[in-house]
Every structure is written in C-alpha cells, then in structure tokens.
C-alpha cells in the first residue's frame, strides 16, 4: 500500500500518507484517497515523511487535487517533508498554494 | 536431611601421652566412624576450619586452647584430676575421662551430629553466597544491557523534563525520547504489567523498535501496530503493555497521539488552564492479534505555550502516608500551580512531599513536553569521504523500456552510495524529468498540450501506458559519472527518438499550468544543464552539496 488513508473520527483530518515512489503510477489510489471527505470540512493533511522518491508528476497530482477539493475542505496541509522534497516544493512555489510544514 | 550418620572419619589430635593412649585405645573398641586419624596435638590449629568431627586427647591443659575456635565442633577430653575452672576457658566442649560407655558414645554422637548441622549450615551459607554473587552480577550486566539499549533516549532534549521511579531495581516503566529526521519530537511512555525484571525484559525490543522507527519517520499509526504485533507475539497472556505514543510535528503546532490504557494525558497552558484530556481510546499493546489492533491516531493543534504531562498509573495511584491516593484532581492541582518547565523540580517536590516516608507501591513515570517548535536539525546531509569515483553507462532497447523502471532501477544502483544517499530524492527527480521527456515525447509522441485538457492529467498517463506496451523500436542510453572530489554527479542521456525543443522559461510562467514544471524544476536544481542534437541528447550535473533547508538549519 503505497497510499494510506485515514479519516480522523471527528470526521475534521483527513491524512493521506504517500510511502515510498509517489509518481504517477499510484494517481487512482491517490485519487480515490481523497474521493470521499465525509461532511465536516475537513483539513486535508498530505503526509509525505515516508515518500523517498517523487517527480513533476507528483507536483501536478497535487494541484488535480487541490483544483478538485479545494472548495469542500478548510485546508490542504503538507506535512514530514525531508530538506530535499521541501527544496522541491519551495523551487515549485508550492508554499502559495498549500500550507507547507 | 539432619538425621547424624556414622561419620567415614574422626580427627584426634593428641599428645602421645600414656592418657591420651589409653583414651584412645577405649575409642578403638567402640566403633565410633569408619576410621580414628590420629594426629599430634602439635598439628592443631585453633582457627582451622575442620574437614571431620574432631576430638582433643590431652593429659594437661594447654595454653592454645584459650583462643577462640573456628569451629567450635571438637570434643576436648582431659583427665578428672585438672582443674575444673581451666575447662571453662575453652570455648569448645569438653568431657573428663574417664567415662561410662554409653556416655561417652552419648557425647561423641552428638558431637557428630552437631558437626554435621554446622557443616551443612556452612555449605548452604556458601550456595546462598554464590547464588547471591551470581544474581549480582547478572543484575549488573542486565542494567548495562538496558543502559546500552537506553543510551540512544533523547531525556536531554531541552523541552522536555522527566520523572522515572522505579518501586523495584528494574523498571516496568518506560520514557523514550527520539527525534525524527523531518524534525518532529516522538515521545513514548509505556508502563508492562507488574514491576521488576520481568516487565522491564518487555522494555528491550519495544525500546529498539522505537529508535529504529523514529530513525525512519514511521508514523504514530504504523510504530504502535509494529509495537503491538512484536509484543503480542512475545508477552505471556496475562501480561501487557498500556502505552501513550506522540509525535510533535517540527513547528510544535501539530501533536499526534495514540493512548493505548494509559491515564488521560493532559495538555494545559502557561496559565494552567487544562486544555486537552487525552483519553486512552483503545487497549494497551500486546492485547489483541494484528487483526483486531486498532491504530487509529488523534491529532490536536498545540502552541508555543502549551504543556502536555504524560504519567503512568503510579502517579495518580502514589499512596500518602495516611494510605491516601494522590488521584487525577490532585495531579491537575499541582500541574496548574506549576505550570512551567522550570517548576518541574518543585512539581516532584510536591509529589514527594504528599507522598512522605511511604514506599513506592508501583513504578511512577512522568514527562512534560513544551510544544514549542522542536529546533531539531532535519538529517543531515554529512559528506563521507572515501567514496569511489565512478562511471556507468547502460543502454535500454524497447524492451527493456517496456519492462523495466528505469529511473528507480537506476537510483537502486547510486541512490544508497556514500555522499549519493543524502541526494536521492533530488537526483531521482531530475533523472525522472530527462527521462520521461526523452520517452514521453521523443519516442512515445506524446504532447505534453494534453495535460491541459479537463481529466487530461489522467489521459496523458493512460496513452503513455498504452504506447509504451506498443513499443517495438527505440533506444535510450544513460551514462551517469561521478567524481567525489569535485562532489559533481554527471548524467548523460541519449536517444534515438523524434528532435525536441525544450520550452523558454517564459512559456513556463504561471503557478497552477498542467505542465512544464519539471523542466523549471531542471534548471533550477541542475548545473549545467545542456540540449544537443536537436534535443536528443542532453547533459546534466548536479553538485551535491547540502540541500538549502538543511544548510540554513545547521548553518
């Protein structure tokens, strides 16, 4: 399982944990990771501490879902980035578009 | 087992008089051991420590046997006619000769028998010795082992402070402090049936899982469903493991926790004022199998000023002198008229203080974490020197396209070399980006255009799974060199696809397009970074020097 989901039972955090290679090869279950976000508005928070490898794919799944969810959440968090996929995301700007900690 | 039977041998030590051989001539006749060892008076030592039931035949009293005995076993047999009151400055027994036969075989059976009781009195002091000695040093050697598994606990983290005390030499509590490497602080306490060396044995793996899982930055979720599967496995039935694991993200804004039959943690402000209760929602560990465990995590959002107090059950059931139990009011009393870090000392005061001269009844635990941002250092990319210069170059037909990832392949071969290993994410990213545009593109035909169409995204990566799988001509070549003094890592890719341009950075601007972002990614990551031949061959570098947030994070 490279994409786990877990709903917190208040229903408020959704944390989708993305372990190993996150690239296109996982966008259905990335997707279906974020499908259903239940009724409470939740904050979405993108944990990438196990995620050794990504790609600008990785980067434009991230925007699909931000594009998708945006309006039904109360924030999209990434969250656990090593020195490296933060380099990534600050050379992308992606500190704009998400809450980057 | 004190039952006296005739002994193989009795010890006389006499003086070669006419009285001591006519004593001794009678003790023939009566049969007393197997066996009567004469031995010259001269020979005895009043501090010997004596190997038979022994007997002194002496015509006059001597001075020797004024010191005191060793053992104090010997039958001293003089004649009538001395005087009484010397016998009294022997500290043994005595008879005077001569003697009717049933007394004296009377005295020299209970000789005996007393000499066996003190023999096998002294054998078992020894065992007792012995076994005491050995469970010393095991002891020793169990606390170095803990020692050793404990040394890697990181107690000194400055925001945090810890209370641990054990009601027996080992302690069935543990408090485990390890930093992860995106900076977050994970904090464990755990607290195994019972108190002693068997509980604490339980310490031993959970505490290495512990450190090894923080060392990966496994989450809250994952480590205590590793926790619970190796101690159901290993534990008894009737002993288990009630366990609060939190993880404080980097910024301290963010604190994660699982509360597996562990007393509801506390969070509070500088002020005092409780916060949070952080109930246990699930059993402890090493209750249920894998199937049954729940994991389930909670979150809350912490502050600077923000104090959580994790405690074991020895806490809140600490009796007072007056056999009172301290309870949780009370724990939330003292925490709120102590509410900073430095009033920790003065917080155990308190406790002690309600506690009095009363022992400990059960090992007593207690940690304050600050949720303060961390001031971890993310892991650092440290320079290894000795690394080996190299250079590869591999050579991939259609088929090898079509059935192996390159890239991760690739990085499989460089990504866990010395010095490579801190930059394998960066490296695998630019490597992706060069390679996919040179398949993608040049030998797939794909236009990137497509991504900008609604469900495009999607669309893109269907038509390139499915001409990938068409593939039949086609070459890509990789040549990556590397030369650690220089600390520069050089790609070289070739093909023999269709010409390509690479887009002006220009075309490129705006936050939110579909595509281009892994060429900008390139040219901001790679050094050089150079097209030839109308874009079928390109070449790259990277300096593999620390990452930016590292640097100004240990800089």
């Known amino acids: 399982m490279s994409v786990v989901r877990h709903l917190s039972s208040d229903g408020k955090e959704l944390t989708i944990a993305i372990h190993g290679k996150f690239d296109f090869g996982i966008v259905q279950e990335f997707r279906r990771a974020y499908s259903s976000l239940g009724d409470q508005k939740p904050t979405v928070y993108v944990d990438l501490r196990q995620t050794e490898y990504l790609d600008s794919s990785a980067l434009g799944m991230l925007l699909n879902m931000r594009k998708a969810i945006s309006d039904h959440v109360k924030g999209i968090h990434i969250i656990n980035c090593s020195a490296e996929v933060s380099n990534i995301l600050d050379i992308s700007r992606f500190d704009k578009l998400f809450v980057i900690e | ?555």
């Open chain 2, 1 to 555: 087992m004190l039952q006296p039977s005739p002994p193989l041998v009795i010890d006389i030590y006499h003086d070669g008089s006419a009285f001591a051989e006519e004593v001794i001539g009678d003790l023939q006749h009566l049969k007393l051991a197997k066996r009567l060892r004469l031995k010259a008076f001269r020979d005895w030592r009043p501090d010997a420590l004596l190997p038979h039931p022994t007997l002194l035949v002496l015509a006059d009293f001597a001075a020797q046997l004024e010191q005191p005995l060793c053992c104090t076993e010997q039958l001293l047999i003089l004649p009538f006619q001395l005087d009484a009151k010397k016998l009294l400055l022997w500290p043994g027994d005595s008879l005077v000769w001569p003697l009717s036969v049933p007394l004296l075989s009377k005295q020299i059976q209970l000789l005996v028998q007393r000499f066996q009781c003190a023999h096998q009195l002294r054998s078992m002091q020894e065992s007792l010795a012995w076994h005491a000695r050995q469970v010393e040093r095991e002891y020793e050697l169990v606390e170095n082992i803990f020692q050793n598994a404990l040394s890697r606990n990181f107690t000194d983290y400055p925001h945090i402070r810890t209370l641990l005390a054990p009601a027996a030499k080992f302690n069935g509590d543990l408090c485990l402090v390890a930093p992860g490497p995106t900076g977050s602080l994970y904090v464990m306490m755990a607290d195994f049936t019972g108190h002693g060396l068997a509980p604490a044995t339980g310490a031993l793996p959970l505490s290495q899982a512990f450190f090894a899982m923080a060392d990966r930055s496994v989450s809250v979720a994952e480590m205590v469903t590793e926790f619970n599967y190796r101690l159901h496995r290993l534990l008894p039935n009737e002993m288990f493991c009630a366990c609060f694991l939190l993880e404080l993200a980097a910024n301290g804004e963010r604190l994660t926790y699982w509360n597996g039959g562990m007393p509801p943690a506390l969070v509070y402000d500088d002020q005092g004022a409780i916060k949070h209760r952080l109930k246990a929602q699930h059993v402890a560990l090493g209750v249920l199998p894998t199937e049954e465990f729940d994991a389930q995590v909670s979150s809350i959002r912490t502050s600077a000023s923000d104090r959580v107090a994790i405690y074991t059950d020895g806490v809140i059931e600490m009796l007072s002198q007056r056999h009172e139990f301290l309870g949780l009011k009370s724990l939330e009393c003292y925490l709120q008229a102590y509410p900073q870090l430095r009033d920790f000392d003065r917080l155990i005061h308190k406790l002690e203080h309600f506690r009095g001269d009363e022992p400990l009844h059960d090992d007593m635990s207690l940690a304050i974490l600050a949720c303060c941002p961390t001031g971890l250092a993310p892991a650092r990319a440290e320079s290894e020197a000795r690394a080996l210069p190299f250079s590869f170059i591999t050579e991939l037909n259609a088929d090898d396209l079509r059935q192996v990832d390159v890239v991760s392949a690739i990085l499989g071969i460089i990504g866990h070399l010395p010095n490579l290993r801190y930059h394998r994410t960066t490296l695998y990213l630019l490597l992706a980006e060069v390679f996919n545009n040179a398949l993608e593109h040049s030998l797939l035909g794909l236009d990137s255009r497509i991504k900008d169409e609604p469900e495009g995204f999607t669309y893109y990566y269907q038509l390139r799974a499915e001409r990938l799988q068409q593939l039949s001509k086609g070459m890509i070549r990789v040549e990556v060199s590397y030369q650690p003094r220089s600390a520069h890592i050089y790609f070289t890719l070739s093909h023999n696809g269709t010409r390509w341009q690479p887009q002006s950075q220009a075309a490129l601007a705006g936050q939110e397009r579909s595509h281009g972002r892994g060429l900008e990614l390139l040219r901001h990551l790679a050094s050089p970074l150079i097209w030839h031949e109308d874009g079928r061959t390109v070449e790259f570098g990277y300096y593999l020097t620390p990452t930016r947030s590292t640097a100004s994070t240990t800089g």
